[in-house]
């Protein structure tokens, strides 16, 4: 299929013309018409005319391209851009900011939702010439009737931080931009900086932020501004291997800084803690499987042998066990209550529950 696009051209100031668009929110997508049209339409609902949507569509094999179609075909702003072969998640979002228009490009996943008046408010935040705007994001179950973590940063109000407070941002921020739909970054940055090295990791936007100091700077919002619809992405089936090797592998590439605060945000290798490794065959995202594709090649037999019995407890008995631990015994894994309930080792799903 030949790459078609629906052009539009705005200034920053919001008319109609040859200008440039204050911010472009872009979009990878695979295989996701079942989301993609609420996400199109919630996000075209905020969108003025300083705001263009620019979404890359991977080699979709089901009805993606009709959903978006239908929309561009009544949103001048909406401009759409299949592609005949997939590059995976980090190469189509690269290819979506170069084709995007705007001084700013919102990262926005093609599943969740915007909050109410959040395109005004990073309108605003980009008007002040950062580097880079990090917004918070709360989580909701996949229908969106039930709020999970109300929010992910861990402060409220909006923070700046300058060229020389590299390290802090990171620190504040670092975890909480796993989510790729928390990052707006100029343009300009992105291109200039680079992108390749970080194919295949999963997270090439925070590979971009964090590669070196933002001579701009950069402010964070600590106010949800984004509704994630959770547990439907595309990578859930990959759990495992995302949050124990490519996500580490990733925060502890960042050698310009310190090892402490690349621990603050994950440990070198997370899967020699076996009380994760359990919360982790308790959530059905690992087995015997991942143990022979992942940890046995690297792991010395003295540190293969707890991981690889933890492989094969029964995953019920693990599921049973954390849900008691979390309900009862540590709040802060309440959260995970959703994950637990959902796994394939619940036997309350069994029953019908």
Known sequence: MPERAVRTNVDVDGNMG?????????IATRNRASYIGQTLDNILEQCGQATEVVVVDGASTDDTAAVIGIRAAVAPNLKYFPQTTNSGIDGDFDKVLEFARGRYCWL??????????????????????????????????????????????????????????SEQLFIDCGRHLNFIGGLVVRRELWLKRERKAYFGSEFIH??????????????????????????VGNWTSRSFQVWMFKWPSLIWSFECLPESSRAAITPRQPWRDPALLALYRAKGWYSWYDFNQFIRPIAKPWQAWLPGLIAIVPGWFLNITALIYARFRHSSLRGGLYDLRRSRHYLGRRNGA
């Open 18 to 26: 040859d200008g440039q668009p204050l911010l472009s929110v872009c």
């Open 108 to 165: 926005m996943s093609d599943d969740d939702l915007l909050s109410p008046g959040a395109m005004i408010r990073v309108l605003s935040a980009c008007r002040q010439s950062p580097d880079a705007v990090i917004v918070d994001a709360e989580v909701r179950t996949a229908d969106f009737t039930e709020t999970l973590v109300p929010h992910r940063l861990a402060f409220k109000g909006e923070r700046h931080y300058g060229a020389a407070e």
């Open 206 to 231: 925070v590979g971009v932020l964090f590669q070196a100091p933002l001579p701009g700077g950069a402010i964070a919002i600590g106010e949800p501004l984004v509704r994630i619809r959770y547990g």
